[in-house]
């Protein structure tokens, strides 16, 4: 009978993607008890709330607080010590130039694609943290293939009762065969949404799951909490004024990099009295 092989098709459907997401949540869950006794870094957890951008930012906000480099309210970046005390720090330094001064923008933008960076997301996902670039989560790929296996047990049960061939099986049971593996399909999503933490874009479930733990901890008033806020919330979580509103500088300015028009430069006419001076 034609329905038959229209309720194979539906069952096979249905249980492939099923499956699939029952394996993909069991080595979510092997990657999440190996990541159990991993301890964020401050770099690991902006990289994994808000990607490469975040990680520079939270350098900038980090050695601006220990007065190592000026964060003017202009836009503007000033190296005061030229020392990096670690990778992203020298990654950052290299980034504003020799001249020891340019926009906070470029500084970002190059910050945010060195190897330093690359070298920590390769860590990350390695560690099964930080989703692959370019890809989705395998929970996410799952759960959109068993929700396409929904879509196509439905279309599949359409055609079963809506085909002119004869049956002798009454409409009514042809129905309630198919309506088995949709309840499959649908007890799987209802199962994953409650389970299964939100995917987003660069965290892993697993990396979730640590980034979770530094927001369910006491609030303190240090300065690595501080940083924390910084790298889980991003520039949001800034609160000197001065130090704002220079982040609020770094998407308004376009062009090549470390390129200053005539107008910016000493000697001009535009802002060159609101460039900060370096400091000896």
């Known amino acids: 009978m034609f329905w038959v092989l229209l309720l194979l098709l539906a069952w096979a459907a249905a249980g492939t ?10 080595h979510a869950a092997a990657a999440d008890a190996d990541a159990r006794g991993h301890d964020l870094t401050l770099y690991e957890a902006a990289f994994l709330s808000g990607g490469p951008r ?4 939270l350098t900038l906000v980090s050695m601006a607080r220990q007065r190592r480099l000026l964060l003017a309210h202009t836009g503007w970046a000033t190296v005061v010590d030229p020392r ?10 290299g980034a504003i130039g020799p001249e020891g001064q ?30 692959p670039a370019g890809t989705c989560s395998g929970i996410a790929v799952a759960v959109r293939q068993v929700r396409l296996a929904s879509v196509a047990v439905v279309a599949l049960g359409a055609i079963a009762l809506l085909a002119p061939a004869p049956s002798q ?3 009514q049971l042809v129905a ?45 008033t240090d300065e690595r909490t501080y940083l924390t806020s910084v790298a889980v919330r991003g520039i949001s979580a800034v609160g000197e004024p001065d130090l704002r509103a220079a982040f609020a500088h770094r998407e308004q300015h376009h062009g090549p990099h470390r390129e200053v028009r005539r107008a910016e430069r000493p000697g001009g006419h535009g802002e060159e009295h609101r460039r900060p001076h370096r400091r000896d």
């Open 84 to 93: 990096g005390r670690d990778e992203m720090e020298r990654t950052v330094i």
């Open 176 to 220: 309630l065969w198919f309506a088995l593996p949709l309840a499959l399909t649908v007890s799987c999503l209802a199962i994953a949404r409650m389970e299964v933490h939100p995917y987003s874009r660069w965290a892993s479930p697993a990396g979730q799951r640590l980034l979770g733990t530094l927001t369910r901890r006491p609030a303190g």
């Open 169 to 171: 099986m009454p409409r």
């Open 54 to 57: 975040r990680v520079a930012d």
């Open 102 to 131: 340019s926009r906070i923008a470029p500084v970002r933008a190059d910050a945010a694609s060195a190897e330093a960076v690359r070298s920590l997301a390769d860590r990350l996902v390695d560690a099964g943290l930080a989703v």
């Open 17 to 26: 993607a099923c499956t699939r997401l029952c394996l993909a949540a069991v």
